[in-house]
């Protein structure tokens, strides 16, 4: 199979009936919108064929101009000397808004420079507590089997969680299971289940792993590798023996580390305050233009209070922090200007005030 890169950019027409099936997936005959949405999640993968009902015809999905657009774009694949890269940077979008990663993934694909990245994907994940948009670095952790980490925020409270998604492709003909193993962090048993994966052939799927943030302030680093130090050691150990002693050359690992930081407690605080005081921020905008809604890009209202409820979970204590030492617009006027990039990420317009619905 060529390597993935998504299709031609196109609008889903109303009433569009299709035939669907993928690897594990039996035929199914859904709309346009409901294709896309399995798309958004992972459910529906490169390898995935389509056509209208009465067709003799399978075609892969990635070619029709109404879907291609919605899966991820692994445009280094296609690169010259593709299969020497053991990582990739680009743009990682996950939402919990369906129209929003749709929209966002039909808006880059229209724009040319979304052929200079190395990948870039906008995907749909309704658990997922608020929008996240930022660049991102993929790693090849097994043949045909990639992990973008993509971090909530690195800098978290004492008590709280460092919340990790990892967005596991794979890019061969066959499921792939496979289990990372976490390093140098008090990984609890529960949030190790989220390591083992089950990527079925050309699809991906996404895990939240939390690690609880119990250690001292200060920085702290967590690995994640295919093998630890001491299965390194096991191996080397069964191989010496097997080979009566015999020179040997120890398996290695693939992975990469993340550093974090957790806060001291004073410095909490201020960040919980910041935070709190944010919030009111917005709510004093919907205030002051009498506004008791917004309306995102579609036109559909979103009561103010929903809006609120999602703005605060946007506020990570990263990017309040990052307020906090801006010392060109100081810690008000940037975090206003967060609410606005919230508005953006979760609704699709650019201000806040071009958003308000006044009733």
């Known amino acids: 199979m060529a390597a993935p890169a998504g299709g031609a950019v196109g609008r889903t027409e109303a009433g569009d009936v299709w035939e669907v099936s993928d690897e594990g997936v039996p035929p199914m005959r859904l709309t346009t919108e409901q294709v896309l949405a399995l798309i958004a999640q992972g459910r529906l993968g490169w390898g995935s064929q389509a056509r209208r009902p009465g067709d003799a015809k399978w075609t892969r999905t990635a070619s029709f101009p109404e ?51 190395a990948f870039w994907f906008s995907a749909h994940v309704d658990w997922i507590p608020a929008p996240i948009v930022r660049k991102a670095k993929l790693f090849k952790m097994w043949d045909g089997f990639w992990v973008a980490p993509i971090v909530e925020s690195s800098t978290v409270r004492p008590g709280t969680w460092l919340n990790v998604y990892f967005v596991a492709f794979n890019f061969t003909d066959k499921t792939q299971q496979r289990t990372i193993r976490a390093t140098d962090a008090p990984v609890p048993e529960e949030s190790k289940a989220a390591l083992s994966f089950s990527v079925p052939s050309w699809r991906w799927t996404i895990q939240r792993v939390s690690i609880p943030a119990t250690q001292g302030p200060g920085e702290h680093k967590v690995g994640f590798t295919t093998r630890t130090g001491t299965e ?4 080397a150990i069964a191989v010496g023996v097997l080979t009566l ?104 317009v650019d201000g806040a005030e071009k958003a308000f619905v006044v009733k």
């Open 245 to 348: 002693g015999t020179v040997i050359a120890t398996p290695g690992a693939s992975g990469f580390t993340l550093t974090y930081r957790i806060l001291p407690a004073q410095v909490a605080k201020t960040v919980t305050d910041w935070e709190a005081w944010g919030v009111q921020a917005a709510e004093k905008r919907f205030d002051a233009a009498r506004a008791v809604a917004i309306a995102d890009a579609a036109g559909r209202e979103i009561p103010k209070e929903t809006v609120l409820q999602r703005f605060r979970p946007y506020l990570t204590p990263s990017l309040v922090l990052a307020a906090l030492e801006d010392k060109e617009r100081g810690p008000q006027v940037a975090i206003t200007s967060f609410f606005d990039d919230f508005i953006f990420d979760a609704f699709g």
């Open 67 to 117: 879907f291609g657009f919605a899966l991820p774009h692994m445009n280094f694949l296609n690169w010259k000397g593709a299969g020497k890269y053991n990582e990739a940077e680009g743009i990682a979008a996950v939402n919990p808004s369906f129209d929003r990663a749709t929209d966002l993934a039909r808006k880059v694909a229209m724009d040319a420079a979304s052929q200079t990245y």
């Open 232 to 235: 390194r050691a096991a191996t």
